[in-house]
Antibody
Framework: EVQLVESGGGLVQPGGSLRLSCAAS????????MNWVRQAPGKGLEWVSY????????YYADSVKGRFTISRDNAKNSLYLQMNSLRDEDTAVYYC????????????WGQGTLVTVSS | QSALTQPPSASGSPGQSVTISCTGT?????????VSWYQQHPGKAPKFMIY???KRPSGVPDRFSGSKSGNTASLTVSGLQAEDEADYYC????????????FGGGTKLTVL
């Protein structure tokens, strides 16, 4: 059974940093690209970042470019999101999501971890 | 404001059919056949329902179907069931110059 379990969320002040983790199991992690998608409270979904299987290719939404860094450790079956210079508008549930095939769809999602940016 | 436009709500009675629209531009929905749909129940993670406009992943009932005309994609749910009540989000590839994925604002489907 495919499982994605996020952790690392919490309350952080504006301008602060946080590192999210996603532990993957039930599939061969090295053969899938991965993504982070977020959802602000009561709002819709927003794609945040993509990383290829070998980490050679990374993409970011304009809203987080230069502040967030995606990475992965294939030996540990883990995905990460380093978030710096956090803003109020970064408050959201952050989901890790597995790429289905082409990089444009997500077939499995974790349950999410809540990040709250507030003073 | 979301990149793709969805109606905030839709409804239908059990057994009926309902269609949810997702309107974009020629730079996203109209330009690529990479439209997908997700179902999200309250407090739960999204579930993958449709990919590449009209294809169903394994395990998704054939009551769910997708289509596209021009810049507008649609999700149709036939034979509505109580468990279909959820939020539905469309998504499209939108990266001509750089990689970008965009979502709609979501549609709350109510089964009356």
């Amino acid at each position: 059974e495919v499982q994605l379990v996020e952790s690392g969320g919490g309350l952080v002040q504006p301008g602060g940093s946080l590192r999210l983790s996603c532990a993957a199991s039930g599939f061969t992690f090295t053969t899938y690209s991965m993504n982070w998608v977020r959802q602000a409270p009561g709002k819709g979904l927003e794609w945040v970042s993509y990383i290829s299987r070998s980490s050679s290719t990374k993409y970011y939404a304009d809203s987080v470019k230069g502040r967030f860094t995606i990475s992965r450790d294939n030996a540990k079956n883990s995905l990460y999101l380093q978030m710096n210079s956090l803003r109020d508008e970064d408050t959201a549930v952050y989901y890790c999501a597995r790429d289905f095939n082409s990089g444009y769809e997500f077939d499995y999602w974790g349950q999410g971890t809540l990040v709250t940016v507030s003073s | 404001q979301s990149a793709l436009t969805q109606p905030p709500s839709a409804s239908g009675s059990p057994g009926q059919s309902v269609t949810i629209s997702c309107t974009g531009t020629s730079n996203d929905v109209g330009g690529y056949n990479y439209v997908s749909w997700y179902q999200q129940h309250p407090g739960k993670a999204p579930k993958f329902m449709i990919y590449e406009v009209s294809k169903r992943p394994s395990g998704v009932p054939d009551r769910f179907s997708g289509s596209k005309s021009g810049n507008t994609a649609s999700l149709t749910v036939s034979g509505l069931q109580a468990e279909d009540e959820a939020d539905y989000y469309c998504s499209s590839y939108a990266g001509s110059n750089n990689f970008e994925l965009v979502f709609g604002g979501g549609t709350k489907l109510t089964v009356l």
